[in-house]
């Protein structure tokens, strides 16, 4: 099950194979910008800085897709541990995806 949570979200936090943090995405804070409109705090820290000092556009969804964040980084976890359970390095990079 975490396997397949990891395979149909992936894409929210890593637009490519990820190997550098150039490659990192953050849909999830478009995502969460459906939910958090109304919060001062939410524009003047995270919408700021991962968007507008980055020179990126900050584009929240119409709606809510569906997806966890937390739910997501538990499923990393999950997986990580019971596909690497012998590499600290395979595991790790798994959870590079938890930004």
């Not at 990891?6 to 550098?20: I, L, S």
């Not at 478009?30 to 524009?43: I, Q, Y």
Request: glycine share 6%.
């Amino acid at each position: 099950m975490s396997r397949n949570l990891v395979a149909k979200w992936r894409w929210v936090v890593c637009k490519e194979d990820c190997q550098t943090t150039q490659h990192l995405a953050w849909s999830f804070v478009e995502d969460w910008g459906t939910r958090c409109k109304t919060s001062t705090n939410f524009d003047r820290y995270l919408v700021t800085h991962y968007f507008r000092n980055r020179g990126l556009e900050f584009a929240p969804h119409s709606e809510p897709m569906g997806y966890c964040h937390f739910g997501f980084i538990t499923a990393l976890v999950v997986a990580a541990q019971f596909e690497f359970p012998h590499s600290v390095a395979q595991a790790g990079r798994m959870l590079f995806l938890a930004p």
